[in-house]
């Protein structure tokens, strides 16, 4: 089992920068690839970045490469995604989850409000 804890949300005008973490309990955390979602207002759940178990390969969305740096410390439990130069679009709450390969993402966070003001 792996419990999941988002934090570092909040208010920021465009052009701002945020960092959310996510804090994982549990032994296995560094068996895990992690990736980042987020859910726009009124939208579906979208996919932002992931990275792989040793933090070797990451992958971002078009719509945040360039802006958004995802990174991990696995002796800390922990999953980060740096976000710069905000747009009023990357409002959402953004969720973290936890999975494999073969099994997708199968743990996940409640989630943290991010707002983007112009």
């Known amino acids: 089992q792996v419990q999941l804890v988002e934090s570092g949300g909040g208010l920021v005008q465009a052009g701002g920068s945020l960092r959310l973490s996510c804090a994982a309990s549990?032994?296995?955390?560094?068996?895990?690839?992690m990736g980042w979602f987020r859910q726009p207002p009124g939208k579906g759940r979208e996919f932002v970045a992931r990275?792989?178990?040793?933090?070797?390969?990451?992958v971002y969305a078009d719509s945040v490469k360039g802006r958004f740096t995802i990174s991990r410390d696995n002796a800390k439990n922990t999953v980060y995604l740096q976000m710069n130069s905000l747009k009023r679009e990357d409002t959402a709450i953004y969720y973290c989850a936890a999975g494999t390969e073969g099994q997708g993402y199968i743990y996940w966070g409640q989630g943290t409000q991010v707002t983007v003001s112009s």
């Open positions: 549990g032994r296995t955390f560094s068996s895990y690839a």
């Open positions: 990275i792989s178990w040793s933090g070797g390969t990451t």
